[in-house]
């Protein structure tokens, strides 16, 4: 079945990355988002590839799924 909560984890950090990448089509500001974006999403997916709960800097405290 697989760990549920390590899943949800997951998903919401993937969730709220998809989210704030919108702001990215800010003209200028949207550059230097976007690469932080980029980053966020590249330390998410190795975190997840490795199993661990790591939030990803600035936006892994934001929690859309309870």
């Not at 949207?30 to 999403?41: A, E, K, L, P, T």
């Amino acid at each position: 079945m697989g760990d549920r909560e390590g899943a949800k984890f997951h998903l919401n950090q993937a969730l709220v990355i998809l989210l704030f990448s919108l702001l990215g089509m800010i003209p200028l500001v949207g550059w230097i988002w976007s690469i932080f974006i980029f980053i966020c999403w590249l330390i998410g997916l190795i975190a997840a590839i490795q199993d661990v709960e790591k939030p990803v800097p600035l936006l892994g405290r934001i929690h859309l799924l309870h």
